[in-house]
Nanobody
Framework: QVQLVESGGGLVQPGGSLKLSCAAS????????MGWYRQAPGKQRELVAT???????NYADSVKGRFTISRDNVKKTAFLQMNSLKPEDTAVYYC???????????????WGQGTQVTVSS
């Protein structure tokens, strides 16, 4: 059973930066896509960013130019570098993955427990 553990969340002032990490363990299957979603209180879950094993990335319009997703395929780890953070980025951030050949995290994703990111002065 795959386990995903997120880390790196916390409290940061507007304009600050955080880097989230997500480590996958307990699986020997080929991981295809990894990504991050977020959910703020009272709001729907929102796709933040995804990355395939080949390095193809996709971002929500709200984070383009500020967030960067990356991954280490050997270590089965994904990262989300978040810069120029805004109060509206406050949410629980969830890391997910899919196995080959599926790319749709919504339909085929496995998820971690989430890490809280709070942007406030």
């Amino acid at each position: 059973q795959v386990q995903l553990v997120e880390s790196g969340g916390g409290l940061v002032q507007p304009g600050g930066s955080l880097k989230l990490s997500c480590a996958a363990s307990g699986t020997f299957q080929t991981i295809y896509a990894m990504g991050w979603y977020r959910q703020a209180p009272g709001k729907q879950r929102e796709l933040v960013a995804t990355i395939t094993g080949g390095g193809t990335t996709n971002y929500a319009d709200s984070v383009k130019g500020r967030f960067t997703i990356s991954r280490d395929n050997v270590k089965k780890t994904a990262f989300l570098q978040m810069n120029s953070l805004k109060p509206e980025d406050t949410a629980v951030y969830y890391c997910g993955l899919t196995y080959w050949p599926y790319s749709d995290l919504d339909k085929y994703g496995y998820w971690g427990q989430g890490t809280q990111v709070t942007v406030s002065s």
